[in-house]
C-alpha cells in the first residue's frame, strides 16, 4: 500500500509571525508527538516531557500577555496551534486547552501583585494547571457545587471533593471553584492552589475508554489551607469568573475537535487510496468518495465555525453563543467523522492496528466535556429565546 501523507492544512493567518508558529507546531508534533501517540496511549503513559517542551518552546501561555511570559497571540492562532497538537495527540491538545483554562481566572481576575508572582511560572516556567469545577454531584449544574472555603483569620481553608479533573494528580497548580456564601451562583469564589498544598490528594485515575494517558482524577480537599492573597477576584465572584472561562474553553474544545477529525479525515484518505479491491483503489468507488468528501465538508465547516467565534472574542465581542455553536458543531463532527473513518478501513478501522478506533474512542469525550452538547444547545436557545419559562 503506497505510503500517501497528510498535507498540511491551508490556514489563514494574520502574520508571518504566526506561520513561523505553526510551522513550529507542525515539526514538534511530527517529531516529538505522533510517532509515540498510540504506544503511550495504549500503556496510559501521560507524556509530561511533551509539556515541559512545550513551555520551553513558549506555547503553554500563547493567549496571555507577554509581559507575564505569555505570547501575545490572538485566540484565531492559539486555537489552530491546539488543532496541531490534538491531531497529533489529543492528550496533548486537550492538555494544552486545560491548562489554557486553569490560566484563564488569575490572567483576567486576579490583581497586578498577584499576576507578577504567579503567572510567570504558570504561563512559561514549566508548571502544567488543573481546572477544578465540577464534582461528583453537580456536572452540568455546576452552581451547586458543595467544595467549601471557610475563612479563617487571613486564611482560607478548602475542603470537598471535585470530579473529572483533567491533570488530577499531577498539576502544580489548581484553580479552585469552592462556596463561600450561601446557596447558588452567588455563593462561589474562585482560588489558586498549589498542587502541593497540605491536605491535597488525588484518586486513582479514572479507567477510560479514550484518552488513557491523560489523567483524570477526582481532587480531594481536607482542610486545604490557602492565603487570601490566593483568592481570585471578590467573594461571590467565583462562578461568573468561570462561566467566563468556559466560553473560551470551549473553544479550544472545538479546536482539539477539529484536529482529531482532520487526523482521521487524513488518515482514511490514505488508505482509500492505497487499498485496492475489484482491481482498483476503493477511492475509485463513488460510494466512498462521496463520504470522504462530506467528512472533508464537515472538518471545514467546524474550522470556520471556530474561528469565527474566536475572531469575535479577539475583536473584544461577544462570542458566548458562537463558541457554544462552535463547541457543539465541531465535537459532533468529530464523532460521526472518526466512525465514517472506521468504515472506511472497513476490518482494519476496527483494530489497533490503525489509529482511526482510537481517533473514535477520543472523540466522544469531546461530546461531554466543558459542558455537554445538550448544555450547549440549551445556551444556544436561551440567546435566541431567552431563559426558559419556570
Known amino acids: 500500500m503506497p505510503d500517501r501523507a497528510p498535507q498540511p492544512v491551508d490556514r489563514q493567518l494574520p502574520t508571518d509571525e504566526a506561520r513561523d508558529l505553526l510551522s513550529l507546531v507542525r515539526d514538534i508534533a511530527q517529531r516529538e508527538i505522533a510517532p509515540k501517540a ?26 496571555y500577555d507577554s509581559e507575564y511570559g505569555g505570547g501575545d497571540q490572538p485566540y484565531e492562532v492559539y486555537l489552530q496551534v491546539l488543532e496541531e497538537l490534538a491531531a497529533a495527540r489529543l492528550t496533548v491538545g486537550l492538555g494544552v486547552s486545560v491548562h489554557s483554562l486553569a490560566c484563564h481566572a488569575l ?18 516556567g514549566g508548571l502544567l494547571g488543573a481546572y477544578c469545577l465540577s464534582e461528583p454531584a453537580s456536572g452540568s449544574d455546576a452552581a451547586s457545587l458543595r467544595t467549601k472555603a471557610v475563612r479563617d483569620g487571613d486564611s482560607w481553608v478548602l475542603d ?4 473529572w479533573i483533567t491533570h488530577g494528580g499531577v498539576a502544580d497548580f489548581c484553580t479552585v471553584l469552592a462556596r463561600t456564601g450561601g446557596e447558588g451562583a452567588r455563593g462561589i469564589t474562585a482560588f489558586l492552589v498549589p498542587g502541593d498544598a497540605e491536605g491535597l490528594s488525588a484518586a486513582v485515575p479514572e479507567k477510560k475508554m479514550g484518552m488513557k494517558g491523560s489523567p483524570t482524577a477526582q481532587v480531594h480537599f481536607d482542610g486545604v489551607r490557602i492565603p487570601d492573597a490566593r483568592r481570585i477576584g471578590e467573594e461571590g465572584q467565583g462562578f461568573a469568573i468561570a462561566l467566563s472561562a468556559l466560553d473560551s474553553g470551549r473553544l479550544g474544545i472545538a479546536a482539539c475537535a ?3 477529525a482532520q487526523a482521521a479525515l487524513d488518515e482514511a484518505v490514505a488508505y482509500a487510496t492505497g487499498r485496492e479491491q475489484f482491481g482498483r483503489p476503493i477511492a475509485d468507488f463513488q460510494g466512498l468518495r462521496f463520504m470522504l468528501a462530506d467528512m472533508a465538508t464537515r472538518i471545514e465547516a467546524g474550522r470556520s465555525l471556530y474561528l469565527t467565534a474566536a475572531r469575535l472574542r479577539d475583536a473584544g465581542r461577544p462570542f458566548a453563543r458562537q463558541a457554544a455553536m462552535a463547541k457543539l458543531f465541531c ?23 490503525f489509529p482511526v478506533e482510537r481517533y473514535m474512542r477520543e472523540a466522544k469525550v469531546l461530546q461531554i ?11 444556544i436557545a436561551r440567546h435566541l429565546a431567552g431563559p426558559e419559562s419556570r
Open 160 to 163: 470537598g471533593t471535585k470530579a
Open 369 to 379: 466535556v466543558e459542558g455537554t452538547n445538550q448544555i450547549q444547545r440549551m445556551v
Open 38 to 63: 498510540a504506544e503511550e496511549e495504549d500503556a496510559g503513559r501521560f507524556p509530561r516531557e511533551i509539556f515541559t517542551l512545550l513551555s520551553e518552546s513558549g506555547l503553554l501561555g500563547l493567549p
Open 107 to 124: 490572567a483576567n481576575y486576579g490583581t497586578k501583585e498577584q499576576q507578577v508572582e504567579h503567572l510567570p511560572d504558570m504561563l512559561g
Open 258 to 260: 477539529v484536529g482529531v
Open 331 to 353: 465535537t459532533d463532527t468529530a464523532m460521526q467523522v472518526t466512525i465514517d473513518a472506521v468504515q472506511v478501513l472497513g476490518g482494519y478501522g476496527y483494530t489497533a492496528d
